[in-house]
């Protein structure tokens, strides 16, 4: 029985490693997924658009929850989020001039031009996800990756998509 509670420790143990990958991935998804809410959050005011205000709103939904898990990873790794959004250099991420391009369009210049940028942030969050893959180790990471990489594939493909549409 000492042997099974030892697996145990050690099992629970091991699924808490992280490597500084992992600290890496939530520091600088963190602001990545706030400017796709930032995003997101301009979508109801601006785009007369069904499909892209359903869009939008499933992108707050998803990435809401995974900044709040990725801060808690932050807090108990020791780590400090990135406050400043200072990684506006970041993979995917849009300049404070593309931004303020983005909040002074409406209608369909409005839906074209969100539509653009947020297929390459959401190209950037998944490069970013599977740097994580390939270089994190804590599992809880690296499933969030993959979900990542999952989930904005699938509406990478519906913004194409929705871009085609006349």
Known sequence: MGAAVGMLVLSACSSTENSPADVA??????????????????????????????????????????????????????????????????????SHEDMAKLENATGAAFDEQWLDMMIKHHEGAVEMARTELDQGEDADAKKLAQAIIDGQQQEITEMKDLLKTP
């Open 25 to 94: 991935f939530a520091q600088q998804m963190v602001p990545h997924h706030e400017q796709a809410l930032e995003m997101a959050k301009l979508v109801p005011d601006r785009s007369s658009n069904d499909k892209v205000r359903g869009l939008a709103e499933r992108i707050e939904k998803a990435q809401d929850p995974e900044i709040t898990r990725m801060n808690g990873w932050l807090k108990e790794w020791g780590a400090t989020a990135e406050q400043d959004h200072t990684g506006h250099d970041m993979a995917g991420m849009m």
